[in-house]
């Protein structure tokens, strides 16, 4: 099993910045394809944004392209989400997941059934 922690959540106002981090721990050895996703009240899971295990391949949600940055520790499997920019409809819970994925499509990366594990969340609440 393998156990992912998200920190960094918390109360900002609408332009301003938040940094995300999440880390894993137990069964880490593999190198897992990181993303976050998000979650507003009322609302479906929806995909931000995703990482190969390399780097290689990054995509993001048109939602947030280029506001936000993706980026992990190499190898590791801790992921981190510098959010800049923000706006009031940001506000979500964001989850950090990981998945044995071997596909390198958008499509696949955006797909939350794709991946295994799961945090239990972080609160982003951007304030106008």
């Known amino acids: 099993q393998v156990q992912l922690v998200e920190s960094g959540g918390g109360l900002v106002q609408a332009g301003g910045s938040l940094a995300l981090s999440c880390a894993a721990s137990?069964?880490?050895?593999?190198?897992?394809?990181m993303a976050w996703f998000r979650q507003a009240p009322g609302k479906e899971r929806e995909f931000v944004a995703a990482i190969s295990r390399t780097g290689e391949f990054i995509y993001y949600a048109d939602s947030v392209k280029g506001r936000v940055t993706i980026s992990r520790d190499g190898a590791k499997n801790t992921v981190f989400l510098q959010m800049n920019s923000l706006k009031v409809e940001d506000t979500a819970v964001y989850y950090c997941a990981a998945g044995d994925i071997q596909r390198t499509t958008y499509s696949t990366y955006a797909a939350s059934r794709e991946y295994e594990y799961w945090g239990q969340g972080t609160q982003v609440t951007v304030s106008s």
């Open positions: 137990g069964r880490t050895g593999r190198t897992y394809i």
